[in-house]
């Protein structure tokens, strides 16, 4: 089984950011948009393998990176277990730098619906990601 991380980067406005991927047909979900984060390498720790994919992905290096809030498992060759992790940013999107994919920007969670094309795991768990937010204080 493979593992990979992913990053719930959010706000003080409870508002989440994301990647969209690229439009190169040999990828999987040309185009659609999806969380930050990327596969955990050989024995490498799952918070480890965030704080490398988002320094890779936007030259940023998070403050904290907080539990693991829930997974879900994706099947195309092999048997992938996403993991989804919280991490606040405090200062939106001055510190980024993508390196990875064709945009990013902040959404709000109202913005996420039919009309945005998302990756199967973000689409699946709009619901989780929407509790997590209505948690926050």
Not at 11 to 23: S, V
Request: charged fraction near 25%; charge should be negative; include cysteine.
């Amino acid at each position: 089984m493979i593992h990979a991380v992913k990053a719930l980067i959010y706000n003080y406005k409870k508002q989440i950011f994301l990647q969209q991927r690229d439009y190169n047909p040999n990828i999987l979900f040309p185009g659609h948009w999806t969380l930050f984060g990327g596969q955990v390498e050989e024995n490498e720790e799952f918070k480890t393998a965030l704080a490398r994919e988002l320094q890779e992905e936007l030259e940023w290096k998070p403050r904290f990176i907080g539990d693991e809030i829930f997974s879900w498992f994706w099947r195309n060759q092999s048997i992938h277990h996403n993991h989804c992790f919280p991490v606040f940013c405090l200062n939106e999107d001055k510190s980024f730098k993508l390196n990875e994919g064709n945009s990013m920007r902040w959404f709000d969670l109202q913005e996420l619906n039919e009309a945005l094309i998302m990756v199967p795991g973000l689409k699946g768990n709009l619901s989780n990601i929407s509790k997590f937010l209505d948690e926050l204080k």
